[in-house]
């Protein structure tokens, strides 16, 4: 799940074959199927044990984008609704509206089944037709597990139907050995339990955009500390489940998955830090308003209000740093971004996932969503190394 791409040209009159091509191409959404081959070719280095055929190799690349295309297509079809109404969506070729629309939404759907019908025949007919039937199961799960089952319905959509995206590494390695083995599991759970942090750190900006769309995102519906400890969790369980694959892939991944696993987390508990230091100063300022309110702040230096401004602040400082919720130039940060920021919800400002990635004041996020990109790519890279060279296993 990436950010949306640049515009793409505003079409008046007849339509152009180029700017359809490109529109249509927009719609299999190129970033992420780039990630997914990113886990493809290591899954199958290290099926071989080496490098597979060429033939193989392509073909299963070519089939994966053509399967990964697919389903992202037929996902902007039946979702060009609430891509409409985010702004991180809003300018993908079919939640335009006449005249601005480059692609109708009939020919989006008939190149987005066209599409998997492709991967199906190169799967099956130039590899093996167990990848091809993978392929077609990760096709037909995003599109009705995911997209018209879960998304619009639970806040847990992305735990369940992030599966969909963990298809590549079964399919790269069905391709190579005919088979699906035990690494291939293991491999497929990294992904499935590192998605879930992805997405939600991401979601963690565009808050309003799922919230506008009536999308049940688990940013939109919980509070960024609740979102921020789950996404520790799925972290941890993630970089557990890397370690899987030391039995097999031998002890130089091993250290490398170790590394990785502790940098990732070092930042997953970074961002909980930066939740933590908001929420307390979102709770100081609520008391002072209440205070304020009361009476209580008439008379500066005395009583709670007299905590105030300045103190009340130092005070969220010291004993945020002392209880080890964050440092003191974090929540120093925050409480100053925060300001005395209006009615609150259980000590959490509204939209607090949003303030949360203001790149002037609390970029954990965004810098969390990067650092999982090049988490995955780095691991998946370490694998492909791994399975090269001729020493490094047990």
Request: with cysteine; aromatic share 8%.
């Amino acid at each position: 799940m990436t950010p949306a791409t640049g515009a793409l040209p505003v079409v008046t009159g007849r339509r152009s074959a180029r700017v359809v091509a490109r529109s249509l191409f927009a719609l299999t959404k190129p970033r992420i199927i780039e990630l997914l081959l990113v886990t493809t070719i290591p899954t199958m280095l290290l099926a071989d044990r080496g490098v597979p055929s060429v033939r193989i190799l392509v073909v299963t690349l070519v089939g994966g984008a053509f399967a990964a295309g697919s389903a992202n297509t037929i996902n902007c079809y039946i979702d060009r609704d609430i891509d409409a109404l985010m702004k991180r969506t809003s300018r993908r070729p079919l939640a335009r509206k006449e005249p601005l629309a480059v692609v109708r939404p009939a020919e989006a759907l008939v190149f987005g089944i066209l599409l998997g019908i492709g991967a199906t025949l190169l799967l099956g007919l130039l590899v093996n037709w167990l990848s091809a039937v993978l392929a077609d199961a990760a096709i037909l799960f995003y599109v009705f597990v995911y997209t018209l089952g879960l998304k619009r319905r639970t806040p847990y959509n992305i735990v369940i139907g992030g599966a969909a995206g963990c298809f590549p590494v079964i399919i790269g390695w069905s391709a190579v050995t005919d088979t699906v083995s035990l690494p291939a599991v293991v491999l497929f759970a990294v992904i499935f339990f590192w998605t879930p942090p992805h997405t939600w750190a991401l979601a963690m900006k565009f808050r309003d955009d799922y919230v506008a769309a009536s999308v049940p995102m688990l940013p939109a519906v919980a509070t960024p500390t609740v979102v921020a400890r789950k996404i520790l969790i799925y972290s941890y369980v993630m970089v557990a489940v890397t370690l899987g694959l030391a039995p097999y892939a031998g002890w130089v991944y091993t250290i490398c998955a170790v590394g990785l696993g502790a940098w990732f987390l070092a930042e997953a508990h970074r961002l909980r830090a930066r939740v933590a230091a908001i929420t307390f100063a979102d709770a100081v300022d609520a008391d002072l308003a209440r205070a304020a309110v009361a009476g209580l702040a008439d008379t500066p230096g005395t009583g709670p209000a007299g905590a105030g401004s300045r103190t009340g602040v130092a005070t969220a400082v010291d004993v945020a740093a002392t209880v080890g919720i964050a440092t003191e130039a974090d929540v120093a940060g925050t409480a100053a971004s925060a300001g005395v920021a209006g009615a609150t919800s259980g000590g959490v400002t509204e939209g607090a996932c949003a303030d949360l990635v203001r790149p002037s004041a609390n970029p954990a996020p965004m810098r969390l969503f990067h650092l999982s990109i090049a988490y995955l790519t780095l691991l998946f890279a370490v694998i492909a190394v791994t399975a090269l060279l001729p020493w490094g296993t047990w």
